[in-house]
């Protein structure tokens, strides 16, 4: 058996390989534009399906709805779900409540800067997987020999690594966000908020704790990545070749039936329709629960840390230490968070039951919009690309053609 790319059947010659053109960088910003703002709005409409609030299926850097809620009296009442405290109710009660200034005003802000960080991550991560494997930088529907598990890795960890510094003036102000000060008529925005809040706390107050961020996402986007990737490139080309392989495919009946066509003579087998999605799908299950199983874990620590970063901000804007006092407050600060994890894994039982408590259903919960968000993110890379190749795998009396 040998594989190897192949010309459309359309026409050209067997056998030959013409590097497609590369591609444009813009088509790779819209690519991640695209991932990004969807997996937002899937994020959304899981929301209304399991009753919960949206940060529980997609993980906002800044919460575009905390406002929202903090102004809605179901909300503060603790009123049990009804369509009133969902999202688009939030949004009605304070659209009606502020006018529809309130939504460019609060929601509009963090919610393009969550939609950013999102696009930043996608096409980073492109850029890196074209640089580090040729074939991926053409512009192509199919990459062909797909990548290997190091270079989607390699590109995943780049790319988390870009948004790790990207996030962190957004993690900063999540962190330290306080509804009272938007309630107090302090800021009339939520952009002059941030900027207020950024210029308080300064550069070092912005990456405080971004160890534990970089480690966080370059790891789990590294994984993230290369188990979409494995899953649906090389596993389904596996599949395919040992599938129809496995018997004569012109005779034998089967549940994914392919649709034959001739090619010099040669009988050429597409295969069912129905599987390339199944497998775009798997994988994006697969790249959230292998995602979720390096950040889960790293998140509870992480939450913990940040909660001592208000203190640290007092004693760096007060008491004035120099420069290595700061950094010595920092890695203090990294010790005592690693002590109190380390108590209440023992009140748990041990690290394992401590780290993973919750995982199940927390994973259930993110799955969806993290799939939904690939499948798009592969969609609308296959829309930008040519129509020009398509691998063509030889078996014996007839080929499989996988456009």
């Known amino acids: 058996m040998a594989t190897r790319p192949d010309l459309d059947p359309g026409g050209g010659a067997e056998g030959v390989t013409d590097d497609g053109p ?12 695209s991932a990004a703002g969807v997996r937002a709005a899937s994020a959304q409409l899981v929301a209304f399906y399991f009753r919960a609030p949206v940060k529980t299926f997609f993980r906002t850097r800044v919460d575009y709805m905390a406002y929202a809620r903090a102004i809605n009296p179901r909300v503060q009442a603790n009123d049990p779900w009804s369509w009133r405290v969902s999202t688009p109710g939030l949004l009605a009660h304070a659209v009606k409540t502020h006018g529809w200034g309130f939504i460019p005003d609060q929601v509009l802000p963090p919610l393009i800067a969550n939609i950013g960080v999102g696009a930043v991550l996608y096409t980073s991560y492109l850029q890196f997987l074209g640089a580090l494997h040729e074939p991926s930088s053409h512009s192509t529907k199919r990459v062909y020999p797909p990548p290997s598990l190091t270079a989607t890795f390699s590109a995943g960890f780049a790319a988390g690594a870009v948004q790790s510094v990207v996030a962190a003036p957004l993690d900063a102000l999540q962190v330290r966000f306080k509804v009272s000060d938007m309630l107090e008529g302090q800021y009339k925005t939520m952009l002059a908020y941030g900027k207020h809040k950024l210029r308080d706390i300064g550069l070092r107050g912005v990456f405080a704790g971004w160890a534990l961020s970089l480690t966080k996402e370059s790891l789990g986007y590294g994984v993230f990545f290369a188990t979409f990737e494995y899953v649906k490139q090389q596993s389904y080309l596996s599949f395919v070749t040992r599938y129809y392989g496995s018997y004569d495919p012109l005779r034998s ?19 069912h329709y129905a599987l390339e999605p199944t497998f775009l799908l798997l ?25 001592r970063l208000e203190s640290l901000d007092y004693k760096a804007k007060h008491e004035k230490p120099d420069g290595s006092r700061i950094l010595k407050n920092y890695y203090h600060a990294y010790e005592k968070t690693f002590e109190q994890c380390q ?23 993110q799955v969806p919009s993290t799939s939904a968000g690939l499948i798009v993110f592969e969609l609308v890379r ?5 129509q020009m190749e398509a691998v063509r795998i030889e078996k014996d009396g007839y080929d499989i053609l996988l456009s």
């Open 22 to 33: 590369r591609k444009n960088p813009k088509a790779n910003t819209a690519t991640g534009l």
């Open 253 to 271: 009946p089967h549940p994914f039936r392919p649709s034959l066509s001739h090619r010099n003579s040669r009988p050429t087998i597409k295969p």
């Open 283 to 307: 994988a994006g299950v697969a790249a959230s629960i292998t995602q979720q199983v390096i950040q889960a874990p790293l998140n509870l620590i992480q939450n913990i840390h940040y909660e």
């Open 343 to 365: 108590q209440q894994a023992q009140i748990a039982g041990g690290w394992r039951k401590w780290l993973y408590r919750g995982f199940v259903l927390n994973t259930l919960k």
């Open 382 to 386: 296959k829309k930008y690309g040519s």
